[in-house]
């Protein structure tokens, strides 16, 4: 029903940055929360950064004053800037969509409805 697709992902030093995007299809776009996610090897999936449909942010401490999460309803399309990488933030990166119709606990992988495939960000000397 709903199609995420994540790009933007690759290799990149510790303190640089990079921009990922999810392009979601459908007409309903701007009224899902959209989050990411990401999983690094041999951890579980953790939330990074959610966006609700009137724009409000949240993010994990983790990532709090380093990535920026937004989105362009007029194409369909939620970002993550990400600033000052780490080699912790290694990990495949997920963008997923809440549909409405039930609360959204943004934090809770349970809460979203549709999953993109995933994008690997790599940071390393």
């Known amino acids: 029903q709903v199609q995420l697709v994540e790009s933007g992902g690759g290799l990149v030093q510790p303190g640089g940055s990079l921009r990922l995007s999810c392009a979601a299809s459908g007409r309903s776009f701007s009224t899902y929360g959209m989050g990411w996610f990401r999983q690094a090897p041999g951890k579980e999936r953790e939330f990074v950064a959610g966006?609700?449909?009137?724009?409000?942010?949240y993010y994990a401490d983790s990532v709090k004053g380093r990535f920026t999460i937004s989105r362009d309803n007029a194409k369909n399309t939620v970002y993550l800037q990400m600033n000052s990488l780490e080699p912790e933030d290694t990990a495949v990166y997920y963008c997923?969509?809440?549909?409405?119709?039930?609360?959204?606990?943004?934090?809770?992988?349970?809460?979203?409805?549709?999953w993109g495939q995933g994008t690997q960000v790599t940071v390393s000397s």
């Open positions: 966006i609700n449909s009137g724009g409000s942010t």
């Open positions: 997923a969509a809440h549909r409405p119709g039930s609360v959204w606990s943004y934090r809770q992988l349970t809460s979203y409805d549709y």
